[in-house]
């Protein structure tokens, strides 16, 4: 009798994560998780970036403990509640006004990442009267309908089965290299009336590319196109579902290069415990929604609304916590330097930004070989990028030194292996 029986004959074969790791999870504490036989493992998927505080977090987890003790509501549609009056008044005063966002409005949207993506694009179609929408190449927002149009994964839009409409892609920041300037070329083709592009109510982007492979876009083209915006009337969305909540060293990946989006999504580590919870953060002025419009049941998931105003509180209250973040974002990034240095310094460079920082790999084939080996001695790590080329960290924010030169030491032999055996090949 095979261990994975009970997925492998009753849940669907839509199951995809759990290929990569095949064991059973039983605990997770911090960074790490551990097996129903106790085998250890540090976590460098986190969630795919939902766990930033770390599995189980202390903090958050004694707060829960005595919101359910109290007898606290638990699911509240979108009635008011003290937790969620509690997040409210702690997300404005600790997150949004030391910012200069305080002339936004919070809308609660479907717990998940691709519900906000939802709701944000109705949004704007909603304001502006247009149904164009531009996104770009290697863009990741979801994979419900409105989202996976403006998703570029082939994999994803494939199962789509319906035409993915009112979106026109345009060339992220570098796609063609940094001497081609994307922002002047999509300015020319909005400037154009014959270009073939119908004038877009809004730009959806991404500071950092997640499951676009840790492309990243700079200050100064995320200026640009705020600008661009302007010009051309279109609301800026950014989505910072993953690259938010403190994962490239600032709570929102875009605090630091000047702009104010119009709208922006956030959702994985935004209850910091792994509840589900997404919401969109909108100018005052854009809330321009009926009630109910765009409903949902699980609008009111209060255990995240506290464990999400607990972690804003304890986190997010001073640059302490932020700076930590750099810092451990500084010392991956030595240490994935050095193995590039060490295994391939033609083959392989580093990507990303902050704590969400990969290596490229040549190829696909090699990536998966690399995160393979690492599981096998202890690592959880997957890939992403448009050929699942990069060896992807998105470890919990709370991680210790200690474990990231753990973790850097199981992948410089991982990759010592691999790289090695595709010398061997191509000798062969
Ligand atoms: C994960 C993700 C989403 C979708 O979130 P789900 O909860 O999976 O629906 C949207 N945008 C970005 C940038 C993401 O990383």
Redesign the pocket.
């Known amino acids: 009798m095979n261990t994975f029986e009970q997925f492998e004959k009753n849940e669907s074969d839509i199951r995809s994560y759990c290929r990569s790791f095949p064991v059973i999870f039983k605990q997770a504490r911090g960074a790490e998780l551990i097996t129903r036989e106790g085998k250890h493992y540090i976590d460098f998927l986190a969630g795919?970036?939902t766990l930033n505080y770390g599995h189980n977090n202390p903090v958050l987890k004694k707060a829960l403990i005595q919101y359910l003790e109290d007898d606290g509501l638990t699911h509240g549609l979108d009635m008011y509640s003290e937790a969620k009056e509690h997040f409210l008044e702690t997300f404005k005063r600790v997150i949004l006004q030391p910012r200069g966002l305080d002339k936004y409005k919070v809308q609660f949207s479907g717990p998940?990442?691709?519900?906000a993506?939802e709701a944000a694009l109705k949004l704007a179609r909603k304001v502006t009267g247009r149904s164009n929408v531009i996104s770009f190449t290697n863009g990741?927002?979801?994979?419900t309908i409105g989202?996976l149009a403006a998703t570029g994964n082939g994999h994803h839009r494939g199962a789509a089965g319906v035409p993915l409409t009112d979106i026109s892609r345009m060339p992220y920041a570098n796609y063609f290299g940094d001497k081609v300037n994307t922002i002047s070329m999509m300015d020319k083709m909005l400037s154009d009336p014959s270009s073939g592009i119908d004038k877009p109510a809004a730009v959806i982007v991404?500071v950092v590319q997640?499951?676009g492979g840790l492309n990243t876009a700079s200050a100064e083209w995320m200026r640009k196109l705020e600008k661009l915006c302007r010009k051309h009337e279109m609301l800026l969305i950014v989505?910072d579902?993953?690259?938010g909540c403190g994962r490239t060293g600032t709570f929102f990946s875009f605090e630091e290069m000047g702009i104010k989006p119009d709208i922006i999504?956030l959702?994985?580590s935004l209850s910091g415990f792994g509840l589900p919870f997404?919401i969109v953060v909108m100018r005052n002025e854009l809330d321009q929604w009926k009630p109910g419009e765009h409903n949902g049941t699980f609008r009111g998931n209060n255990h995240a609304f506290v464990t999400a105003a607990t972690a804003i509180e304890h986190f997010w209250s001073d640059d302490s916590f932020a700076k930590s973040v750099q810092a451990k974002g500084q010392r991956i990034r030595e240490g994935m330097q050095k193995i590039v240095r060490k295994h391939g310094p033609d083959s392989l460079y580093v990507k990303g930004r902050g704590m969400m920082i990969g290596i490229n790999c040549p190829d696909g084939d090699i990536a998966a070989a690399i995160c393979k080996e690492a599981f096998a001695n202890g690592l959880v790590i997957e890939t992403s990028g448009n050929h699942s080329q990069v060896v992807k960290c998105l470890c919990p924010l709370t991680i210790t030194e200690e474990q990231i030169d753990k973790a850097l030491k199981i992948l410089d032999a991982a990759f010592a292996k691999v790289m090695a055996e595709q010398v061997a090949n191509q000798a062969s």
């Open positions: 795919a970036g998940t990442g691709a519900n993506v990741f927002h979801g994979c989202a991404e997640g499951e989505d579902i993953q690259a999504t959702s994985k997404a």
